[in-house]
Structure formats: structure tokens, C-alpha cells
């Protein structure tokens, strides 16, 4: 069963809300999110574009802006290489766009994510080479390609990297670290060590439109001409599931704004063949609908399928190319249901179910669904996952992990398993032979130290809320905690003791179900409920249709009639 538990943040709500027009309940929400000074709170309601730093404050951007100004003058080929993801495919937009703008000789590369793998890699290097480049540019990748970069550089090349990863590093003991940086003529990253910029969390496009920021500022042209580009931060920042603080939210509701109109016409094909109503698109419709279409390019086939359908300029250009990625992301869909079904399948009759990390090894799955099959299972069983497949070499698999285990500092003492392998404390990459997965297996699970309450979900609760106060002026007024995503999650409210009738199920997969619900005082409201709705039914037939449940209210609009409902998202 999972653990509950209510926030209980303390603060003067009153005055808190008379001072910024808001309600007491309002600022409690607000101070749940850990923010707590005048200023952050000012920051956090009202953030705006001149809020926003000055990305020359980060390392060796400076250096980068002279170095690429020089190259442009000299008319010398610059090549951008990007990761195959959201994050990386946007940045590499960005980057094309603010450098071709400025009279440079530009192209792209991306790697294969199936042939050549993640980031810089010889085989591109030597693409490069063949096609007369002076420069490459990479972004949202390369802070750990030191041997690459070094053979580039053996090569003639100039190379700068533009990145926010975790700067690779020697564990020398008592809590010291030898950072490791690539040999390259210019690193911009926020994370690294002697990096003064005061916001590390930024995404690679970010990062990238911080260089074209500095770029235009050098040559003293007007920043509105790229501040189109802000759209694709937002797209990259919430795709790439980055935290939804300080300058990401600003750029996130900046972007969203522009979206509703963008101008782009790949964007705007994209939003209308997959029937996004573009007046109330926001953080989900990326995360969860425009986002896995340009991420399935690079999944299925190429994420050049992605950079194209920004590069569009025409509308039936862009058209042939929004329905290609939206076909690769229905099959990408279908590929992920079946191969979850197997895992689950694995993981509960295959003698998994003692284990507190779950090692599944899926030959037949696509190596690159192996992280959202593992995410999935994660979901299923709050347990650290890791799903594994079999690839060109051995065995390549994901891992995503849960709050109490540090999956990159986990897999690091096996290290002499692998022939690659990378991550973070939440997600990480692994390669080996195939001999090692069992051996991979038993270490981990004779490591961990992760106890039943660490392996117990837990569901941070904001607030009990009356039914009563589920108003339309209180759902009007939630927006301004918008856009939420990581780093500032929808809010949570409870209800203690729900008494549930009209008990329906619906839809194809019998998956939704809806009822009329009353709390303790009488008032009564429609509720939805997505997932086991079969499940949650035995339950209130156990319980004499009553339990109590976590939900967030919001106005249904059905054929012009306007209705308040709650989505319940879990139950006790």
C-alpha cells in the first residue's frame, strides 16, 4: 500500500495572499513548492523575460562567441552535432537557425541511435572530416567525449561542446573528485565546477540559445529577432524532463504562449495532426503528445525526421512530415504495449518478485523502448528497473529508478561489467556481454540496501479539500501555479471517507470509470477515475462504496455544457 502523507508548510497565508491578490489557499500551494522569500514568490506568479540571465555570466561562452564569429568572417564550414532526442534535435534547430541568421556556413549531424549510439562518436568525426568542416559544434552532448574530441582536434578540427550533463569524474576518495573535461577549444556547461552562471538545471537547447543570445549580443543584433526560438526551449525543456524552476519555468510559459501561435510551420502542422486544441495547449500536450512524435523519429527510424519537420518551411512540406513522425509514434506505441506486457509477464512468473532491483532481460525488445518499458514497470512496482535487450554488440538496456536509490552510483560499483554505461541518480545507460546480465543481476540486488518503506510509494498530499471549495474560481486561480511538470507537480488534494454511486465503467478497455461522489458534508461532484477501473470497483464493493481518495478538481466541457468534476489518482 502506498504511504500518504500531508504537507503541513507553515506561513502567514493570509497576508500572503492580501499582498498578492491571491487566496490564503493559494499561497499555501505555493509555499508547498518551497517557495518561500518575497522575491521568489514575486518570481514565481509573475516571472518574465527580463528575468532571465545573461548567458555570457557561464564558462568559456565568451571564448565560444569569439571563436564561431571568427569562423563565420573566415567563411569556414561549421557543423552542428545534436543528440536524437527532443532535447538534442532542438538544440540543433536553434543553433541552425541563430548561425545561418548570422551568415554562417552551417549544417547538421545526428547520430544513429541504433548503429552509432548516443553522442559524438568517431564514425561523425570522420563525416565531418570527409566534408571539409573546420568546426564542429555539439550540443546536449559531448562534455564526455574527451577521446573523440581529442581525435577531432588531431584531425585540425576546432571543436567547441555545448551541454548541461553531469561532468564525468574520478572518485579519488573522502568525498574528492577529479572532473575530467573534454580537450575541447571552448566547453559550455553550466555544471561544471568552476561554472559561475547560478543555474545549473538548464536543458541542452537552453544552453544552446544562451550561445546564440551571446552571439547576436557580440555582433549588437536585436534579440527579438530569435526570440521566436524560445517555443523550442520550452518544447526541449519539458520533453527532456527538466525541473520546472527558475529560469525553465519562464522559458516553459513564455514558449507555450508562443506555441498557441506559432509560426512554425512544422509546429503548426504537428499540433493539428494530432488534434491538440491549440488554446489550451500546455506542459502535458508536450509531454505526452507532441513530444514522443518528434522523440519517435529517433527512436524508430532518424531523428533527422524530427529536425526536418522543424526545418519545414512549407506548410505541405511540413504536413508529409508531422504525419510520418505521428505513424512512427502510433507504432512506437503499440511496440511499447507489448513489450510491457512481456516484462510484466517476466517479472511475475519468471522468479522476480523477491528481488528489490528487477534486472529483465527482453531480447526481442527495440533497444530504444527499453527506457519507457522500464519506466512502466517501474510504475507497476515502485521497485529500481532495469529492462535489457539484445543489440548490434551484446546487451543493451535502461534503467529508471525510484526516489531512494541513486541508480548511477549503483551501477558504478559494477562497472567492470559493462562496455559502456552512464546515467544519473534517476536513469541510466548500460551495455555488456550477454554472459554478464545474470552476474548484473545477483551484484545489484546483493548491494541494495533499500528498505520496505524505501520500496513503498510515497503520495505527497498538498491539502484536505472540501468538495465545497471545489469551485470554478478556485480552478480558474490553480493556473497560476502553471505550467506543471518535475520540479512543480499539479497539486494534490484529499478527501477523507468518499462515499461513491452511479458506479459506471467506460471506454474500449473498460479502463475509466466514472461515478458520482459525496464527501463528509453532503456536497457531491462527478469524479473520473483512469487506470484498473475494474480494480478500484472490487475495492468499493469490499469497502461499501467508500474510501478515501487524492484528486484535482477541474471544469468538464462537454457540448457546450460546463460541469465541475474531479480526476481521482488514488485511493485508500
Given at each position: 500500500m502506498e504511504r500518504w502523507v500531508l504537507l503541513r508548510k507553515g506561513a502567514d497565508f493570509e497576508a500572503i495572499g492580501k499582498k498578492y491578490q491571491i487566496s490564503p489557499r493559494l499561497a499555501s500551494l505555493i509555499r508547498n513548492r518551497n517557495i518561500k522569500t518575497e522575491s521568489e514568490i514575486h518570481s514565481y506568479l509573475n516571472g518574465s523575460r527580463e528575468e532571465l540571465r545573461d548567458g555570457r555570466k557561464m564558462k568559456d561562452m565568451e571564448k565560444a562567441a569569439e571563436l564561431i564569429l571568427d569562423k563565420i568572417k573566415k567563411k569556414k564550414k561549421i557543423r552542428i552535432i545534436g543528440d536524437y532526442d527532443i532535447d538534442g534535435i532542438n538544440a540543433v534547430y536553434i543553433l541552425m537557425e541563430g548561425l545561418e541568421h548570422l551568415g554562417a556556413l552551417v549544417d547538421s549531424d545526428i547520430p544513429d541511435r541504433l548503429k552509432e549510439g548516443y553522442g559524438l562518436n568517431r564514425v561523425l568525426i570522420e563525416r565531418a572530416r570527409e566534408a571539409g568542416?573546420?568546426?564542429?559544434?555539439?550540443?546536449?552532448?559531448?562534455?564526455?567525449?574527451?577521446?573523440?574530441?581529442?581525435?577531432?582536434?588531431?584531425?585540425?578540427?576546432?571543436?567547441?561542446?555545448?551541454?548541461?550533463?553531469?561532468?564525468?569524474?574520478?572518485?579519488?576518495?573522502?568525498?574528492?573528485?577529479?572532473?575530467?573535461?573534454?580537450?575541447?577549444?571552448?566547453?559550455?556547461?553550466?555544471?561544471?565546477?568552476?561554472?559561475?552562471?547560478?543555474?545549473?538545471?538548464?536543458c541542452g537547447a537552453a544552453v544552446a540559445y544562451k550561445l546564440i543570445e551571446?552571439?547576436?549580443?557580440?555582433?549588437?543584433?536585436?534579440?527579438?529577432?530569435?526570440?521566436?526560438?524560445?517555443?523550442?526551449?520550452?518544447?526541449?525543456?519539458?520533453?527532456?524532463?527538466?525541473?520546472?524552476?527558475?529560469?525553465?519555468?519562464?522559458?516553459?510559459?513564455?514558449?507555450?504562449?508562443?506555441?498557441?501561435?506559432?509560426?512554425?510551420?512544422?509546429?503548426?502542422?504537428?499540433?493539428?495532426?494530432?488534434?491538440?486544441?491549440?488554446?489550451?495547449?500546455?506542459?502535458?500536450?508536450?509531454?505526452?503528445?507532441?513530444?514522443?512524435?518528434?522523440?519517435?523519429?529517433?527512436?524508430?527510424?532518424?531523428?533527422?525526421?524530427?529536425?526536418?519537420?522543424?526545418?519545414?518551411?512549407?506548410?505541405?512540406?511540413?504536413?508529409?512530415?508531422?504525419?510520418?513522425?505521428?505513424m512512427l509514434n502510433e507504432s512506437r506505441k503499440d511496440m511499447t504495449a507489448l513489450a510491457v506486457k512481456e516484462a510484466l509477464r517476466l517479472a511475475e512468473t519468471g522468479g522476480y518478485m523477491s528481488d528489490r532491483v528487477l534486472v529483465l532481460y527482453l531480447p526481442d525488445c527495440h533497444e530504444s523502448l527499453a527506457g519507457i518499458v522500464a519506466g512502466k514497470v517501474r510504475e507497476h512496482f515502485y521497485k529500481p528497473v532495469f529492462v535489457l535487450t539484445d543489440a548490434e554488440e551484446g546487451v543493451k538496456g535502461s534503467g529508471r529508478s525510484i526516489e531512494a536509490y541513486s541508480m548511477y552510483e549503483e551501477i558504478s560499483r559494477c562497472k567492470d561489467l559493462f562496455t559502456r554505461f552512464g546515467g544519473h541518480e534517476m536513469a541510466a545507460g548500460v551495455s555488456m556481454k550477454q554472459e554478464n546480465?545474470?552476474?548484473?543481476?545477483?551484484?545489484?540486488?546483493?548491494?541494495?540496501?533499500?528498505?520496505?518503506?524505501?520500496?513503498?510509494?510515497?503520495?505527497?498530499?498538498?491539502?484536505?479539500?472540501?468538495?465545497?471549495?471545489?469551485?470554478?474560481?478556485?480552478?480558474?486561480?490553480?493556473?497560476?501555479?502553471?505550467?506543471?511538470?518535475?520540479?512543480?507537480?499539479?497539486?494534490v488534494f484529499a478527501g477523507r471517507e468518499v462515499?461513491?454511486?452511479?458506479?459506471?465503467?467506460?471506454?474500449?478497455?473498460?479502463?475509466?470509470?466514472?461515478?458520482?461522489?459525496?464527501?463528509?458534508?453532503?456536497?457531491?461532484?462527478?469524479?473520473?477515475?483512469?487506470?484498473?477501473?475494474?480494480?478500484?470497483?472490487?475495492?468499493l464493493i469490499e469497502r461499501n462504496g467508500k474510501l478515501s481518495v487524492t484528486f484535482y478538481p477541474e471544469v468538464n466541457e462537454y457540448k457546450g455544457a460546463r460541469n465541475l468534476q474531479i480526476t481521482i489518482t488514488h485511493y485508500q
Amino acid at each position: 500500500m502506498e504511504r500518504w502523507v500531508l504537507l503541513r508548510k507553515g506561513a502567514d497565508f493570509e497576508a500572503i495572499g492580501k499582498k498578492y491578490q491571491i487566496s490564503p489557499r493559494l499561497a499555501s500551494l505555493i509555499r508547498n513548492r518551497n517557495i518561500k522569500t518575497e522575491s521568489e514568490i514575486h518570481s514565481y506568479l509573475n516571472g518574465s523575460r527580463e528575468e532571465l540571465r545573461d548567458g555570457r555570466k557561464m564558462k568559456d561562452m565568451e571564448k565560444a562567441a569569439e571563436l564561431i564569429l571568427d569562423k563565420i568572417k573566415k567563411k569556414k564550414k561549421i557543423r552542428i552535432i545534436g543528440d536524437y532526442d527532443i532535447d538534442g534535435i532542438n538544440a540543433v534547430y536553434i543553433l541552425m537557425e541563430g548561425l545561418e541568421h548570422l551568415g554562417a556556413l552551417v549544417d547538421s549531424d545526428i547520430p544513429d541511435r541504433l548503429k552509432e549510439g548516443y553522442g559524438l562518436n568517431r564514425v561523425l568525426i570522420e563525416r565531418a572530416r570527409e566534408a571539409g568542416i573546420d568546426t564542429i559544434i555539439t550540443c546536449d552532448n559531448g562534455i564526455a567525449a574527451a577521446g573523440e574530441i581529442a581525435y577531432g582536434k588531431e584531425l585540425g578540427m576546432s571543436v567547441i561542446v555545448t551541454d548541461h550533463h553531469e561532468v564525468p569524474y574520478e572518485d579519488l576518495g573522502a568525498g574528492k573528485r577529479s572532473y575530467q573535461l573534454p580537450p575541447a577549444d571552448a566547453v559550455i556547461d553550466p555544471k561544471q565546477e568552476d561554472c559561475s552562471y547560478p543555474f545549473p538545471g538548464l536543458c541542452g537547447a537552453a544552453v544552446a540559445y544562451k550561445l546564440i543570445e551571446a552571439l547576436y549580443l557580440k555582433m549588437e543584433r536585436n534579440l527579438q529577432e530569435i526570440e521566436y526560438l524560445i517555443e523550442n526551449v520550452a518544447i526541449a525543456t519539458v520533453g527532456d524532463v527538466m525541473d520546472l524552476v527558475d529560469e525553465n519555468r519562464i522559458y516553459v510559459k513564455l514558449g507555450l504562449s508562443m506555441l498557441k501561435h506559432t509560426k512554425n510551420p512544422g509546429l503548426h502542422a504537428l499540433i493539428e495532426c494530432t488534434g491538440v486544441k491549440r488554446e489550451k495547449l500546455g506542459a502535458y500536450h508536450i509531454g505526452f503528445i507532441l513530444g514522443p512524435c518528434l522523440n519517435a523519429g529517433g527512436r524508430l527510424d532518424t531523428a533527422k525526421k524530427a529536425l526536418a519537420l522543424l526545418r519545414a518551411r512549407t506548410g505541405e512540406e511540413a504536413s508529409v512530415c508531422a504525419e510520418k513522425l505521428k505513424m512512427l509514434n502510433e507504432s512506437r506505441k503499440d511496440m511499447t504495449a507489448l513489450a510491457v506486457k512481456e516484462a510484466l509477464r517476466l517479472a511475475e512468473t519468471g522468479g522476480y518478485m523477491s528481488d528489490r532491483v528487477l534486472v529483465l532481460y527482453l531480447p526481442d525488445c527495440h533497444e530504444s523502448l527499453a527506457g519507457i518499458v522500464a519506466g512502466k514497470v517501474r510504475e507497476h512496482f515502485y521497485k529500481p528497473v532495469f529492462v535489457l535487450t539484445d543489440a548490434e554488440e551484446g546487451v543493451k538496456g535502461s534503467g529508471r529508478s525510484i526516489e531512494a536509490y541513486s541508480m548511477y552510483e549503483e551501477i558504478s560499483r559494477c562497472k567492470d561489467l559493462f562496455t559502456r554505461f552512464g546515467g544519473h541518480e534517476m536513469a541510466a545507460g548500460v551495455s555488456m556481454k550477454q554472459e554478464n546480465v545474470e552476474e548484473f543481476r545477483r551484484r545489484l540486488n546483493e548491494n541494495c540496501s533499500l528498505s520496505e518503506q524505501d520500496l513503498t510509494e510515497k503520495i505527497v498530499i498538498d491539502m484536505e479539500l472540501p468538495f465545497s471549495c471545489v469551485t470554478e474560481a478556485f480552478i480558474e486561480e490553480l493556473k497560476l501555479l502553471e505550467p506543471f511538470g518535475k520540479g512543480n507537480v499539479k497539486p494534490v488534494f484529499a478527501g477523507r471517507e468518499v462515499i461513491f454511486t452511479d458506479v459506471r465503467i467506460l471506454g474500449k478497455n473498460r479502463s475509466v470509470l466514472k461515478a458520482w461522489v459525496c464527501d463528509k458534508s453532503g456536497i457531491g461532484l462527478e469524479a473520473v477515475y483512469f487506470g484498473e477501473a475494474e480494480r478500484l470497483r472490487e475495492r468499493l464493493i469490499e469497502r461499501n462504496g467508500k474510501l478515501s481518495v487524492t484528486f484535482y478538481p477541474e471544469v468538464n466541457e462537454y457540448k457546450g455544457a460546463r460541469n465541475l468534476q474531479i480526476t481521482i489518482t488514488h485511493y485508500q
